[in-house]
């Protein structure tokens, strides 16, 4: 792991993207371009010692750190997670009954707690015994093969089987039962597929452009670099025990394009394009995330990295993290909890000390996100790069999917494409190289007509929900139907000129990232106009993606969801220009 020199060509940047010298300079992460010297933080040197050490193969807690952790680092204390999979332990865990796993402890924080590292997650308190398999997907990029091994899998769980796109542009499968699972890891590894350190105290799935590769407008190709941090992270499926012990999730993207479909400003690392002395390469913004105490935009890093130096750099700011992060209260141990205690110059210095030379450039003023460039929807059908062939943007309700809608989604990849999907940070999906001949068949598809359209409603564009109480046993609410239902209902009763992004989160943990949206739904408990206790919603209103993106503001706290059609209309007609239905008539 000491060298990781993995050499790019230099891209190909897009033709409308112009030249450093002639385009004018925005200085969005501004610093001067020379190489990094340690810095004076003022942290006490024994702050500064690692609270990791590798034994065995697998990086544990020191002694010395292990006063008041919490609950979760003493589970990893008492077993490590990836020998699960590493030392093959899930094929005798898969052998015992449900009775047996909980007479005792180890067995019983294996299903609920170790197995996450293998991507799986037990519904302890809606579907007792039946997990959620979570996949790693680099960059949303999928196959027909795929696709199909995965329907195949919820197809025998019935009603309990099904599939949600999630807001990492990933997979995620549901109904899964523990005897299944050797034979499921066998069936992904054959289809190119792998559930690895997809959750708990990991690295996330990497994010990138979902059009990649094929988008005239875009800066660069993202699917090298999600593909290359992807197989990193878990050793080529393998599993990585370097990154298995974090002390919380952590999360990276590579922007590839001036729309940030990537979110970079919700990711632990994000890479962000940009020119340095004629080079291509990316400057760093890091510490982003979401949690039900403090939700952070991340900020730069002032630090400037070659296309060849992605690896090394996320591999030294995830060792900084890994070592330094602190790990008791589960609310202030992600990475940006670290950077405030440390400093960012603090912080950058523990950077540097890990990268493979002990340098790190300064940042660079040459971004090559356009700031001014306005956010592009992606449904419909779209010319591509590549002279005769577009894409299709498909609307997938609130991510959901059934067996059945995955192998017609298949189906029609392999008939009017090449046999590939791309998944969205918004729970969509497109069909890429579609021969402009097959268009029209395309759009006269059933299950386009039906269920999937290229052309949803301007409300339902945006529309984001997570799992919620139907599945998820910290969610307070309902969220994917009740999302659908509302936004219906709001649809009746206003016109909007231009999307509007919703999203639902079930609760404070804010799956749905409500934080981004224009108009965010946070689940709660509330009391309706009787003062008795009901189903409701924090309302969040004002968050921004793209170049400006910021974090919207609490509106209004524990509104009735009954209660939450005509506060929407309101907040529609006030702040995003709808007009009632009714105006509409009277005009006409």
């Known amino acids: 792991m000491s060298s990781l020199s993995v050499r790019f060509l230099t891209p190909q940047l897009s033709p409308t993207v112009p030249s450093s010298s002639a385009r004018p300079r ?20 024994g702050r500064l010692e690692p609270r990791v050490e ?45 009775e047996e796993i909980d007479k005792e402890k180890s067995t019983k924080d294996d299903i609920d707690v170790r197995l996450k590292w293998l991507g799986l997650f037990h519904r302890r308190k809606h579907q007792y015994g039946r997990f959620m398999m979570r996949l790693k997907l680099p960059n949303g990029v999928t196959t027909s093969a795929q696709t199909r091994y995965l329907a195949s899998v919820i197809r025998k769980y019935g009603k309990d089987g099904c599939a949600d796109v999630t807001t990492r542009q990933n997979w995620q499968i549901r109904g899964v039962v523990l005897p299944d699972v050797p034979e499921i890891l066998r069936g992904l590894a054959e289809v190119g597929l792998t559930s690895l350190q997809s959750g708990m105290d990991n690295v996330r799935n990497p994010v990138g452009n979902p059009l990649a590769g094929i988008d005239p407008d875009e800066i660069v190709d ?11 992270i878990t050793a080529n499926s393998l599993g990585n025990p370097e990154f298995t012990n974090l002390p919380r999730k952590w999360n990276v993207c590579v922007v590839g394009s001036h729309d940030l479909y990537e979110h970079p400003h919700i990711n632990d690392l994000a890479y962000m394009p940009a020119m340095k002395d004629g080079r291509f390469g990316f400057n760093l913004l890091v510490g982003g995330f979401f949690s039900p105490k403090r939700c952070a935009e991340a900020i730069p890093l002032d630090a ?19 070592d330094l992060g602190t790990r008791g209260n ?5 990475m940006m909890w670290l950077i405030d205690e440390l400093g960012i110059e603090g912080f950058r210095s523990e950077v540097v000390k890990r990268m493979p030379r002990q340098e790190l450039e300064r940042e660079s003023s040459e971004d090559l996100v356009q700031k001014q460039w306005e956010r592009r929807d992606y449904f419909g059908v779209h010319r591509q790069k590549q002279e005769g062939l577009s894409y299709a943007g498909l609307h997938i309700p609130v991510g959901r999917v059934q067996a059945d809608d995955m192998d017609e989604l298949a189906r029609l990849a392999d008939i009017y494409g090449t046999g590939e999907l791309r998944l969205t940070v918004e729970q ?19 299950l386009l007509k039906d269920r999937f359209s290229p052309e949803p409603p301007l409300l339902m564009q945006g529309l984001v929900a997570c799992t919620g109480k139907e599945f998820c046993g910290q969610a307070i609410i309902e969220t994917k139907a009740r999302a659908m239902k509302v936004t219906e209902e709001v649809q009746r009763l206003v016109s909007v000129s231009k999307p509007v992004r919703m999203h639902w989160t079930g ?30 919603a924090d309302v969040y209103v004002g968050g921004r993606v793209g170049s400006d993106s910021h974090l919207g503001e609490l509106y209004k706290k524990s509104v009735p969801c009954k209660d939450l059609v005509p506060l929407v209309v309101d907040i529609l007609v006030k702040q995003f220009g ?11």
């Open 222 to 232: 993202t699917r090298p670099y999600t593909n290359l941090l992807s197989q990193f």
């Open 54 to 98: 590798k034994k065995d193969g697998y990086y544990v807690l020191k002694e010395k750190f292990r006063q008041g952790i919490n609950p979760q680092e003493k589970v990893k204390i008492e077993k490590e997670p990836m020998k699960l999979f590493m030392e093959n332990g899930i094929e005798e865990l898969a052998k015992l009954s449900m």
């Open 304 to 322: 400037w990295v070659s296309a060849d130096d992605v690896l090394p750099s996320c591999k030294a700011v995830l060792e900084a993290y890994r």
């Open 330 to 334: 589960r609310q202030k141990t992600r």
């Open 507 to 536: 609760c404070p943990n804010t799956c749905g990232q409500v934080q981004v949206a224009d108009i965010g739904f946070m689940g709660c408990m509330a009391r309706d106009e009787n003062g008795k206790i009901c189903e409701g």
């Open 428 to 446: 969509n999906i497109i069909i890429p190289n579609i021969e402009d001949s097959k268009i029209e068949a395309l759009l006269k598809e059933p």
């Open 578 to 588: 709808a007009v009632p239905r009714e105006r509409e008539e009277v005009d006409d």
């Open 26 to 45: 925005t200085r969005l992460f501004a610093g001067p371009p020379t190489v990094a010297q340690p810095a004076e933080t003022g942290v006490d040197a």
